[in-house]
Each structure stands twice: as structure tokens, then as C-alpha cells.
């Protein structure tokens, strides 16, 4: 069993910043994948960013430069700063986690109930 809360979202100025944490708790896991993605009302959920399994960072070519996705293993959470926000950042965010319970499967996705960001001018 394994759960996922965010917090950190607010109401933040257009150009400030935020930073989003993402803590999991449960029984011991193995971590395949870090991801944030967020869903702004009338739109897609889309990817943020990501670790992968092979531990590279990729990113939406939206926040590019501005967002950066970081996390602490040994506590199982994981960050998104946010910086330089725009009025288009608004949105719910999500952290997904994909986690590997058994070498038979492929990674089970486990997400965050969300925590919403909005941007203002």
C-alpha cells in the first residue's frame, strides 16, 4: 500500500516562485519513476517533469528553464521548485510515482490526490 500527498500549492504572483513536495509512506518500495504532472481546468493532465528509471530529468518544453525536479530518496519525496511562474502554470498539480512490487510486473503507478497552483498578475 503505498500513498502520495502534495503540499506546497498556493497562490503565488505572476514571476514567483513555489516549491512542491510530494511524500510517500507505506512498506518498503522500489522506486521506478519520479513524475509531477498538472491538469489546468478545459485541458489535458500533462507531464511536468520526470525522473526516469535510468535517472534522467526530463522536462515540458513549457517550464524549461524554469522548473526543476528534484527529490530525497532516503525520505521518500519528491520536489518540484517552480520558479519565473507565468499565469499559464495555473493548474492541479500531481505527483506520480511508478513503483516496482514484483520482477514479474512492470511498474504500478501510485498518484497524489493534488494540490492546486494558481498564478496571478
Known amino acids: 500500500q503505498v500513498q502520495l500527498v502534495e503540499s506546497g500549492g498556493g497562490l503565488v504572483q505572476a514571476g514567483g516562485s513555489l516549491r512542491l513536495s510530494c511524500e510517500a509512506s507505506g512498506s518498503a518500495f522500489n522506486i521506478n519513476a519520479r513524475r509531477w504532472y498538472r491538469q489546468a481546468p478545459g485541458k489535458q493532465r500533462e507531464l511536468v517533469a520526470a525522473i526516469t528509471s535510468g535517472g534522467s530529468i526530463i522536462y515540458a518544453d513549457s517550464v524549461k528553464g524554469r522548473f526543476s525536479i528534484f527529490g530525497d530518496n532516503a525520505a521518500n519525496t519528491l520536489y518540484l521548485q517552480m520558479n519565473s511562474t507565468k499565469l499559464e502554470d495555473t493548474a492541479v498539480y500531481y505527483c506520480?510515482?511508478?513503483?516496482?512490487?514484483?520482477?514479474?510486473?512492470?511498474?504500478?503507478?501510485?498518484w497524489g490526490r493534488g494540490t492546486q497552483v494558481t498564478v496571478s498578475s
Open positions: 506520480n510515482l511508478a513503483i516496482i512490487h514484483s520482477s514479474d510486473y512492470g511498474p504500478v503507478n501510485y
